[in-house]
Each structure stands twice: as structure tokens, then as C-alpha cells.
């Protein structure tokens, strides 16, 4: 079984710009969410996705939103870059609620 | 904010020997989850202990988990140079329904060196 995909692995945007990170998660895993990790602020919750809907939020800006498609293939996007938004995203998935949760490679997004 | 502190921050041992990573979370659980992540990398799943769990066994790796004291262990046996990583603990601390809906909450890891 293939495990969660993200894609790009690397990029890098200038400030200013928006970013749109993809994740495709394990099959038949329909809840989908998106963490960022940085060397100051450790691993911190962005959102989380079933069936198309936003269940639950970490706090983060507005700037980053997400959605999920019907084929619980998920994008998260970051509008109006900022230096900080320099990290590594890590996208996970699972399959019901309290389950083992299970995290991509990570898109790292350089920020210049 | 980090729901986990884990101790020690950095550990350092020689292959063959035993590591043993603590961590420590601040709110009721429904359960918690350990990680290791290799530099650069994304995290690898290792043990998932429910709230109602007080010992589990995977392998090398033995988790403890001790909800009156809000703690957690994670034991490995015979460390080898491939166990070199960071080790995270991660909480479902639970809400509506019973679950937190995707959101761990992690503490800021043990880095583990074990030397050849």
C-alpha cells in the first residue's frame, strides 16, 4: 500500500508570491491534515479535512488555507509569502477518527 | 503552544545499549503516538497507545504510558547506529466526539545519537 504522498519535495518562492502544496493520501484514508515544522516553533497543527469539510483548525492566518477533493486528495495554500513561512509541510492522513496517523516526506518551502 | 515536553533534549549512547526517551503532556489523552523523523525527512509511525494502554511492544521498542502522571516512555533495546534520529511524542488530546479530528500536539523531541 502506498503511503502518503506530497508533492513538490523542494521549492522555493519569493516573498510576496502564494504556494500550493499537494497531498495524496493512503487509500481509503479520508481524513487528511496538514502540519508545519520549523526549527523554533516545532511541529504545529494547520488544519484538518474529512469528506471535504474542515473539521478542525490550529492558529495560523488566514494566509493558509486548504481543501479536499472528493478523492480525499488534499492542497494547502499559502498566499502572500513571508519569510517565516520558511518550513518543512508535512501532510498525514488516517483512517477514522483516534486512529494511527501517518505522515508524508514533506514539502520544504524556502521562502527568499 | 507544545502539549509534550519530552526529556532528555539530546541523548547520546553507544550501539548495543538501551535509550530511553520520556515524555510528558498537560491535558487528559484519548492517546499518544511516537515518531522518529531522520533529518530532513518526513515522521515514521512507531507505536500508537490508547488512553486504557499501559504497556505496549513493538519489536525493539517498548512504549509505557502512565495517565496519572501524564507520562510516557519509550524504550529501545539494543540501540544500533540506524536508530540515530528524533523521537516525538505526539497526544490526541480528544474534544467533541472524542477526538481532536487530526490534531496532535507534539512536544519538541529527543534527538538520539547512537554510535558505531
Known sequence: KAGVTQTPRYLIKTRGQQVTLSCSPISGHRSVSWYQQTPGQGLQFLFEYFSETQRNKGNFPGRFSGRQFSNSRSEMNVSTLELGDSALYLCASSSVAGNTIYFGEGSWLTVV | ?116
Open chain 2, 1 to 116: 503552544s507544545q502539549q509534550g515536553e519530552e526529556d532528555p533534549q539530546a541523548l547520546s549512547i553507544q550501539e548495543g545499549e538501551n535509550a530511553t526517551m520520556n515524555c510528558s503532556y498537560k491535558t487528559s489523552i484519548n492517546n499518544l503516538q511516537w515518531y522518529r523523523q531522520n533529518s530532513g525527512r518526513g515522521l515514521v509511525h512507531l507505536i500508537l497507545i490508547r488512553s486504557n494502554e499501559r504497556e505496549k511492544h513493538s519489536g525493539r521498542l517498548r512504549v509505557t504510558l502512565d495517565t496519572s502522571k501524564k507520562s510516557s516512555s519509550l524504550l529501545i533495546t539494543a540501540s544500533r547506529a540506524a536508530d540515530t534520529a528524533s523521537y516525538f511524542c505526539a497526544t490526541d488530546a480528544g474534544g467533541a466526539g472524542g477526538t481532536s479530528y487530526g490534531k496532535l500536539t507534539f512536544g519538541q523531541g529527543t534527538i538520539l545519537t547512537v554510535h558505531p
